[in-house]
């Protein structure tokens, strides 16, 4: 599948040059204004020595700049290289020298009230690196992966269609600007629909309470969800008004960048009234497949593969008999490559044209269900155990907020099951009580086997800006 994004972006911009694109606190853009505002950023750039091919380094605060920042890498013709302002000096010096940016954009005022008028061209070529996303390194060190924006416009174009997502969807941006979803997602996909974005505060556990009141306010239809998001926006619900208007006026309520758990997906659908929307995507490929509004509920679903997507399934000996074998993806919207940060060279990570997710899973009917991942798959003794299939019951229990398991190493078993709870209010008794009530919860359901050795009781489980549980840290606490 080819598609031209710099025909596909002038033809949408001429059409709704008059219509909504970001609103906001303080602000209401229309499509002319955001595109005369990404003209002048592109435009300052070029004063500052930057040209076409180049790349720039934001990094930013969520807010309409940051998007309109994009945009003018595509009229500039620019490579972005985004960094989420909440990585670590470490991690961002990695990413600064790995990619040697012409420009580094650090600072509001460099992007803040720039404007020119927009001559209706991108400079941007299908065949151009527009983009180099770093994972959030959950394990180890970022990969830059290299995407052009030709093909991001023909994924959301595909996932719109699939989903129905069109020019009335506002949709709700509280995701981290500086990486995929928060530019894929929740910026490209409404925007390629000639739809709207209500930029609100990122999302955290000190906005949370506060969560509903732009979307209610400027009339939103639409948001993009982590399971985290949702578990406490769940915990912060009260029912009356909020529940009342998110179950009249919600339509798609996305959830990606980790598995929805049913203890986590009852509650939030029961409390606000809606369906959620479970998708699959990876960095490297994209949006890959989601659930429809009109869908009924398959737990452990994702949904529906995005046109033009193909996956096939291959046996390991260390996946789970039937729970799935090990997931690969063929898709015409695939990264170009993996970044070298030593020469700029770029690696194409498929084979064949394939590309090994990590994942396990299996077609049911027409939808994809993923079962778990092989690299977090723990093998106690020569059994393997799913960590999903012992966090999804530990979050049953009613005090349990959140749940990692991991493997850590053993002496004689190989690997031992270890489980990190953030935890309620534990009542009488302390941790000891609760811990006792999970063991005993895990010996009743499970195989002996993947009944944790060893708990941990935290306050907060390690995760990425992303909302992901950083594996390797959880592995720490033990």
Same mark, same amino acid.
């Given at each position: 599948?080819?598609?031209?994004?710099?025909?596909?972006?002038?033809?949408?911009?001429?059409?709704?040059?008059?219509?909504?694109?970001?609103?906001?606190?303080?602000?209401?853009?229309?499509?002319?204004?955001?595109?005369?505002?990404?003209?002048?950023?592109?435009?300052?750039?070029?004063?500052?020595?930057?040209?076409?091919?180049?790349?720039?380094?934001?990094?930013?605060?969520?807010?309409?700049?940051?998007?309109?920042?994009?945009?003018?890498?595509?009229?500039?013709?620019?490579?972005?290289?985004?960094?989420?302002?909440?990585?670590?000096?470490?991690?961002?010096?990695?990413?600064?020298?790995?990619?040697?940016?012409?420009?580094?954009?650090?600072?509001?005022?460099?992007?803040?009230?720039?404007?020119?008028?927009?001559?209706?061209?991108?400079?941007?070529?299908?065949?151009?690196?527009?983009?180099?996303?770093?994972?959030?390194?959950?394990?180890?060190?970022?990969?830059?992966?290299?995407?052009?924006?030709?093909?991001?416009?023909?994924?959301?174009?595909?996932?719109?269609?699939?989903?129905?997502?069109?020019?009335?969807?506002?949709?709700?941006?509280?995701?981290?600007?500086?990486?995929?979803?928060?530019?894929?997602?929740?910026?490209?996909?409404?925007?390629?629909?000639?739809?709207?974005?209500?930029?609100?505060?990122?999302?955290?556990?000190?906005?949370?309470?506060?969560?509903?009141?732009?979307?209610?306010? %400027?009339?939103?239809?639409?948001?993009?969800?982590?399971?985290?998001?949702?578990?406490?926006?769940?915990?912060?619900?009260?029912?009356?008004?909020?529940?009342?208007?998110?179950?009249?006026?919600?339509?798609?309520?996305?959830?990606?960048?980790?598995?929805?758990?049913?203890?986590?997906?009852?509650?939030?659908?029961?409390?606000?009234?809606?369906?959620?929307?479970?998708?699959?995507?990876?960095?490297?490929?994209?949006?890959?497949?989601?659930?429809?509004?009109?869908? %009924?509920?398959?737990?452990?679903?994702?949904?529906?593969?995005?046109?033009?997507?193909?996956?096939?399934?291959?046996?390991?000996?260390?996946?789970?008999?039937?729970?799935?074998?090990?997931?690969?993806?063929?898709?015409?919207?695939?990264?170009?490559?993996?970044?070298?940060?030593?020469?700029?060279?770029?690696?194409?990570?498929?084979?064949?044209?394939?590309?090994?997710?990590?994942?396990?899973?299996?077609?049911?009917?027409?939808?994809?269900?993923?079962?778990?991942?092989?690299?977090?798959?723990?093998?106690?003794?020569?059994?393997?155990?799913?960590?999903?299939?012992?966090?999804?019951?530990?979050?049953?229990?009613?005090?349990?907020?959140?749940?990692?398991?991991?493997?850590?190493? %053993?002496?004689?078993?190989?690997?031992?099951?270890?489980?990190?709870?953030?935890?309620?209010?534990?009542?009488?008794?302390?941790?000891?009580?609760?811990?006792?009530?999970?063991?005993?919860?895990?010996?009743?359901?499970?195989?002996?086997?993947?009944?944790?050795?060893?708990?941990?009781?935290?306050?907060?489980?390690?995760?990425?800006?992303?909302?992901?549980?950083?594996?390797?840290?959880?592995?720490?606490?033990?």
């Amino acid at each position: 599948m080819t598609a031209t994004a710099s025909v596909g972006l002038e033809s949408l911009f001429e059409a709704n040059r008059a219509e909504p694109a970001l609103i906001g606190e303080g602000f209401a853009w229309t499509y002319g204004d955001l595109a005369n505002r990404a003209a002048g950023i592109a435009h300052t750039w070029r004063e500052s020595g930057a040209v076409a091919g180049d790349r720039v380094a934001l990094r930013l605060p969520n807010g309409p700049e940051f998007l309109a920042a994009y945009l003018a890498a595509a009229i500039g013709g620019f490579t972005i290289v985004p960094v989420n302002s909440g990585l670590t000096d470490t991690d961002l010096g990695y990413i600064l020298d790995a990619t040697a940016p012409r420009l580094v954009v650090d600072d509001p005022e460099q992007v803040t009230g720039k404007s020119a008028d927009f001559s209706g061209e991108f400079a941007v070529r299908d065949d151009d690196v527009f983009a180099i996303f770093f994972t959030s390194g959950t394990t180890n060190r970022p990969k830059g992966v290299c995407h052009t924006l030709a093909n991001m416009v023909a994924n959301v174009r595909a996932f719109n269609d699939l989903t129905g997502v069109d020019h009335r969807s506002r949709m709700l941006h509280v995701l981290p600007m500086g990486y995929m979803a928060g530019f894929l997602n929740t910026f490209l996909s409404p925007l390629i629909a000639g739809g709207s974005i209500c930029i609100a505060p990122q999302f955290s556990a000190a906005t949370a309470g506060r969560f509903w009141r732009p979307a209610i306010d %400027h009339e939103v239809d639409t948001v993009w969800l982590t399971p985290t998001m949702a578990a406490l926006l769940t915990r912060f619900c009260k029912g009356g008004t909020v529940a009342a208007w998110t179950a009249e006026n919600m339509t798609r309520v996305f959830v990606g960048t980790a598995p929805l758990l049913d203890p986590v997906r009852t509650p939030f659908e029961s409390a606000f009234g809606v369906r959620c929307l479970e998708s699959y995507g990876m960095t490297e490929l994209l949006l890959v497949a989601s659930n429809r509004p009109d869908d %009924h509920c398959v737990s452990g679903s994702v949904g529906h593969l995005v046109a033009g997507v193909e996956t096939r399934f291959a046996a390991d000996h260390r996946e789970m008999t039937g729970t799935g074998d090990r997931l690969w993806i063929r898709t015409p919207y695939a990264c170009r490559g993996y970044w070298n940060p030593v020469d700029g060279s770029i690696a194409d990570p498929r084979q064949d044209d394939w590309f090994s997710t990590g994942d396990c899973g299996l077609l049911e009917g027409d939808r994809l269900c993923i079962t778990g991942r092989t690299k977090d798959l723990i093998i106690k003794g020569g059994t393997n155990i799913s960590p999903r299939a012992v966090e999804e019951l530990l979050l049953s229990h009613p005090r349990v907020k959140e749940v990692a398991v991991v493997g850590i190493p %053993h002496e004689f078993w190989g690997e031992e099951v270890a489980a990190a709870i953030v935890a309620d209010d534990v009542g009488h008794g302390g941790n000891d009580h609760l811990l006792a009530e999970l063991t005993s919860l895990c010996k009743q359901h499970l195989q002996a086997e993947a009944v944790p050795g060893q708990w941990r009781v935290v306050s907060e489980l390690p995760k990425s800006s992303t909302g992901k549980t950083r594996s390797a840290d959880v592995k720490g606490l033990f």
